[in-house]
């Protein structure tokens, strides 16, 4: 009795941004999932024991086992692990298997194919040109002598595999004995394969040239199902399309432009028109306050400040005009880009915000204790830990609101995530000041805190920064009060590192330079106010 495994746990990174609704193994291609076409060729060749490895995006699956009674294995290691390790969480069950992909378009049905012998077989075909599959030599025997990543004008492994019950006990035997060693649960099962070629014979079933289809890209997709953006079932095309009034159909050139530190973004053009999507991250929910960062957003647009943005919806998606040419700016090096981006947090700090009582407040400490607290539940007891800095980050705020009422200085709209790499430059030189997910009411001097805390800078070039956003020399008490946010910023990016560490994101590039900076400046910042206070 021979069975079938689907491996359908990966996330498809290439598919993004259709792979952040659902998985590619759920794509509806030529008005048929992925994954159901599969299924039903399986059943069509009389396989009745089907069993799917899930990961990404599990629960999407899960209506699988009722519509076609097939069985569901988690694989919750799918984000770390290679898909060897999948086939090692449905180990249990090789047998006389078919080794599969979630996201395959076969053609004609595969598994109808004879196999008197029952021999153990992969899929093979020619493929002209660079390839980046696994390239294969075979002997005149057609078993396959060599397995490598990548090749060109040669063999190379496509579509499923077979594995008889022999092999599959052999192979179960070397895994289950392998697992743990270094570097194993990180390769594809082709590669551990490889590793055993002498203990583990595979034969090359040879297709014709496109018998199977395994789309590395959306391009691809489009030009075999012309409705595919019709038919994907995507908020995202959905959104597009109602903002922009335009056709999925129009919608071309859709590149991936990076997974930032809390949302995704793509590029695609209509018309001719080149635009952005922001699509929110998974984690943006603990951190971001929508309201106030569309409220923020438009004032920025409004001020010229950020002149891209068309539409931002309350549940955190954005669409933008495409920028050409950006860059980062350099401030130091370049002092009329550093005075710009300081006239604009000026602009920022100076905007009406009667009309808008629903604004956060960006408590500053408060903020940062809640990322510790959260990142607490998996790094252990940080607020233990960092005791002594929390306790002394807490007496200087109490400094710092006594000192701002000293000073007259008011709780403003800030920008609360200012460094250089949210300031575009264009060529014609145009800045723009971007992301304003962090937006809220708050003192001024976070604005400057944010951009100091997360670099290395000298006393001189802090100096600078402060003399150019206030167009002068700083009082003493000033000064206090600007240096000491330098502290209070740091800690909070400190605490935001945590936490984004805490659930698997990337922690920044600012993580230790933001400890390093509150670490440097808490006790100067502390001793200006205590010797003030001797003093008096």
Not at 7 to 28: D, H, I, Q, V, W
Not at 310 to 315: G, H, P
Request: hydrophobic share 35%.
């Amino acid at each position: 009795m021979k069975n079938a495994i689907i491996l359908a746990a990966g996330k498809s990174t290439r598919f993004a941004p259709f792979t952040y609704e659902k998985p590619k193994g759920l794509f509806n291609v030529r008005n048929e999932v992925l994954i159901e076409r599969q299924i039903c060729q399986l059943k069509e060749a009389g396989i009745k024991d089907i069993y799917i490895v899930v990961g990404y995006m599990k629960e999407k699956f899960f209506y699988l086992e009722e519509k076609y009674n097939v069985k569901l294995i988690i694989n919750n290691n799918f984000s770390n692990k290679g898909n060897i390790y999948s086939l090692y969480s449905a180990r249990n069950f090789l047998a006389n298997s078919f080794i599969c992909c979630a996201d395959h378009y076969f053609l004609k049905n595969p598994f109808l194919t004879l196999n008197k012998e029952n021999i153990s077989w992969r899929h093979c075909t020619y493929l002209p040109g660079k390839f980046r599959e696994f390239a294969v030599s075979v002997s005149d025997a057609n078993v396959i002598t060599d397995l490598y990543i990548g090749g060109q004008n040669q063999i190379a492994m496509v579509g499923c595999a077979y594995f008889n019950q022999n092999f599959s006990n052999q192979f179960t035997q070397l895994l289950e004995k392998e697992i743990d060693d270094f570097g194993v649960s990180n390769l594809f099962w082709e590669e551990f394969y490889a590793r055993h070629q002498k203990e583990l014979t595979l034969y090359s079933n040879n297709l014709p040239s496109n018998y199977v289809l395994e789309f590395d890209s959306i391009e691809d997709l489009k030009q075999f199902d012309a409705d595919f953006l019709q038919n994907v079932d995507s908020h995202i095309i959905s959104n597009i399309c109602h903002i922009l009034k335009c056709t999925p159909q129009s919608i071309v050139d859709i590149t991936v432009i990076q997974a930032g530190l809390t949302n995704i973004s793509f590029a695609f053009s209509v018309n001719q028109i080149k635009y952005v999507y922001r699509h929110p991250g998974a984690t943006a929910g603990n951190l971001i306050d929508r309201q106030t960062e569309i409220f923020a957003q438009y004032k920025a647009k409004d001020l010229n400040i950020d002149k891209s943005v068309i539409y931002i919806d309350q549940s955190g998606w954005k669409i933008s005009y495409f920028v050409k040419n950006l860059a980062n700016p350099n401030f130091l090096a370049k002092p009329e880009q550093l005075n710009k981006a300081m006239e604009y947090l000026r602009t920022i700090h100076k905007t009406d915000i009667s009309d808008n009582t629903k604004c956060k407040y960006f408590d500053t400490i408060k903020e940062a204790k809640k990322l510790m607290h959260i990142a607490s539940a998996s790094k252990g007891d940080l607020f233990y830990e960092f005791n002594e800095l929390i306790s002394k980050i807490e007496d200087l705020n109490k400094y710092i609101e006594i000192d701002a009422q000293y000073l007259g200085i008011k709780k403003v709209l800030c920008h609360n995530d200012t460094y250089e790499p949210n300031f575009l430059v264009t060529e014609e030189n145009d800045l723009y000041l971007i992301d304003w997910e962090y937006a809220g009411i708050n003192y001024p001097a976070n604005d400057i805190g944010c951009i100091l805390s997360r670099g290395e800078y000298t006393d001189d070039q802090v100096q600078t920064y402060l003399t150019t956003y206030f167009g002068r020399e700083l009082t003493f008490h000033e000064r206090r009060h600007y240096i000491a946010y330098i502290a209070l910023s740091a800690f909070y990016w400190f605490c935001w590192g945590l936490y984004k560490g805490s659930v698997g994101d990337d922690d920044g590039f600012f993580f230790l330079p933001a400890y390093r900076n509150c670490i440097k400046y808490i006790d100067k910042a502390l001793d200006s106010y205590k010797y003030d206070e001797v003093n008096k």
